[in-house]
């Protein structure tokens, strides 16, 4: 299948996407009517936007530290680099920095607020158990992500849910202490229904939140196997991640940051009981979709581009 092909798949993940982000927005109005006061709402969306605009600002470096990455050169990763040298030249797209998780589980990520300030990192698992045209399938996920701005986008997403969690939290308390002195009846059953409608609300905005994770998964599987020229590899690559996830877990795992990950880190625990409550959709899934659109032309060429 060619890129051209792979447009209106890629379009259809990004209207998925604008669409849950519109539902997340729509849920904040909600929540903000619920609790009634303008200037409060005010108060706590800027609270929340200053909390998030620094965790964005960051967050290259934060996740990086958590995983103890460590910057690699050329010389020490030559395959490496000339992957990723080659693919961002497709993508016209600047270099990113290059990073090593000394793991022996296998996984990757790309992290960074704009193309610009972006960093890829692998795990030495990783770099072990793939061949190179599924390195290079891999790296074209993750500098789809990149490409996409879908940390900004999670950012975004991140940054509402969690001004309706924390509105949430602190209306639960004031209709709660103020529904004490109330006396009416109707006033009570006004303030129980804002109160269970406070409560779900955080709940509904978390599911949405998770969604547009999934959501943007999807999207950089196909934009990352047009970039590639090769979804069959991506394929093979992910069920190869997968079932070395299952051996080894990631030792260094965490929900803060399981979202970046191209497979989820979190796999057997309780955040990955339910497909709702995960970060990543399912691999079988992915996996599906992307078989569709294997063996079409322009593959070939793509892959003895990538050949170092």
């Known amino acids: 299948m060619t890129t051209s092909e792979l447009r209106p798949r890629f379009f259809s993940n990004y209207l998925r996407t604008a669409v849950l982000m519109a539902g997340l927005i729509a849920l904040l109005a909600f929540v903000g009517r619920a609790v009634g006061g ?4 005010a108060f706590f969306v800027a609270i929340g936007l200053v909390m998030n605009f620094v965790m964005y600002w960051f967050s290259d470096r934060l996740a990086l530290a958590a995983h103890r990455a460590q910057p690699v050169t050329p ?3 030559p395959t490496l680099y000339a992957i990723v040298e080659r693919l961002t030249r497709r993508a016209d797209l600047p270099m990113p920095r290059i990073y090593v998780i000394p793991s022996a589980a296998a996984n990757a990520f790309a992290t960074g607020r ?3 300030h ?3 990192a692998v795990t030495e698992g990783i770099l072990q158990i793939l061949n190179e045209r599924e390195l290079a399938a891999v790296l074209a996920h993750e500098l789809s992500h990149v490409k996409n701005r879908d940390i900004l986008i999670a ?5 509402v849910a ?3 969690s924390v509105v949430g939290h602190v209306a639960q308390w004031g209709l709660m202490l103020g529904g004490a002195g109330r006396s009416s009846d109707d006033d009570r059953g006004g303030g129980l229904a804002a109160l269970a409608w406070i409560i779900v609300a955080p709940l509904i905005a978390l599911l949405i ?3 547009i994770s999934r959501s943007r998964e999807y999207g950089a599987d196909a934009s990352g196997a047009a970039l590639s020229g090769d979804p069959e590899a991506l394929a093979s690559a992910l069920a190869r991640l997968e079932q070395a996830q299952g051996v080894r877990p990631y030792e260094h795992a965490g929900p803060a940051t399981a979202h970046l990950f191209i497979v989820n880190p979190l796999r057997g625990t309780a ?6 409550l995960s970060t990543h959709p399912p691999v079988e899934e992915r996996i599906r979709r992307l078989q569709e659109l294997r063996g079409g032309p322009g593959r070939v060429s793509h892959l003895q581009e990538l050949h170092v």
């Open 209 to 211: 939140q998770l969604a």
């Open 271 to 276: 955040a990955t009981l339910m497909n709702l």
């Open 118 to 120: 972006a960093a890829v």
């Open 75 to 77: 010389a020490e990763a």
């Open 114 to 116: 704009n193309p610009r």
């Open 162 to 164: 969690g001004i309706i």
């Open 155 to 159: 950012t975004i997403a991140a940054a």
């Open 38 to 41: 303008i200037s409060g709402m």
